[in-house]
T-cell receptor, first 114, second 114 residues
Framework: GNSVTQMEGPVTLSEEAFLTINCTYTATGYPSLFWYVQYPGEGLQLLLKATKADDKGSNKGFEATYRKETTSFHLEKGSVQVSDSAVYFCALTPLGGSNYKLTFGKGTLLTVNP | EAGVAQSPRYKIIEKRQSVAFWCNPISGHATLYWYQQILGQGPKLLIQFQNNGVVDDSQLPKDRFSAERLKGVDSTLKIQPAKLEDSAVYLC????????????FGQGTRLTVV
């Protein structure tokens, strides 16, 4: 079946530090890959996505590249801000079927200190 | 554009009681999802509707959980009777249709069963 594995949290960084949150997946075929973010007290929001190998998704300074050879979709940001403190979820949905449903990782809590 | 609305935001009940959650998706969105997010885990799909029909309910514990979307718009999720392990955040999401991968999430209902 499909599954997503994220690095264990929590992750605590100082402002302007470099961020990497690792994500690897198991899926049949070529899934679409996503990063969702959940800010305190809010619902899940789509942060970025990639739908095919070597695609790079980017948004708000965050980037992730779809690596088919390593089945990975690591999230990176060059300089984090306090406002980036949130829980980050890696997710996938399989392509080719008639039913697109998301399979999520367990989430990684990021805390950025000033 | 209004987002996905859910109510209530919080609910505390005793085990063996019943509870219902309500979701109003984004206007025009044909596909509606209910996810269960247990603390420390990623969201897990419970049920997916396309208009008023069920597309996938393979992970819905049907002995105690039920969901409906009678007019293809609003949806309710019910638990009867509740167990302690049902304590979780219940998330509703919607998308334009089943082939549109981007789903928009509500803020969720936090259920505590004591």
């Amino acid at each position: 079946g499909n599954s997503v594995t994220q690095m264990e949290g929590p992750v605590t960084l100082s402002e302007e530090a470099f961020l990497t949150i690792n994500c690897t997946y198991t899926a049949t075929g070529y899934p679409s890959l996503f990063w969702y973010v959940q800010y305190p007290g809010e619902g899940l929001q789509l942060l970025l996505k990639a739908t095919k190998a070597d695609d790079k998704g980017s948004n708000k300074g965050f980037e992730a590249t779809y690596r088919k050879e390593t089945t990975s979709f690591h999230l990176e940001k060059g300089s984090v801000q306090v406002s980036d403190s949130a829980v980050y979820f890696c997710a996938l949905t399989p392509l080719g079927g008639s039913n697109y449903k998301l399979t999520f990782g367990k989430g990684t809590l990021l805390t950025v200190n000033p | 554009e209004a987002g996905v609305a859910q109510s209530p935001r919080y609910k505390i009940i005793e085990k063996r009681q019943s509870v219902a959650f309500w979701c109003n998706p984004i206007s025009g969105h044909a596909t509606l999802y209910w996810y269960q997010q247990i603390l420390g885990q990623g969201p897990k799909l419970l049920i997916q509707f396309q208009n008023n029909g069920v597309v996938d309910d393979s992970q819905l514990p049907k002995d105690r959980f039920s969901a409906e979307r009678l007019k293809g718009v609003d949806s309710t999720l019910k638990i009867q009777p509740a167990k302690l392990e049902d304590s979780a955040v219940y998330l509703c999401a919607s998308s334009l249709d089943v082939s549109r991968v981007e789903a928009f999430f509500g803020q969720g209902t936090r259920l505590t069963v004591v």
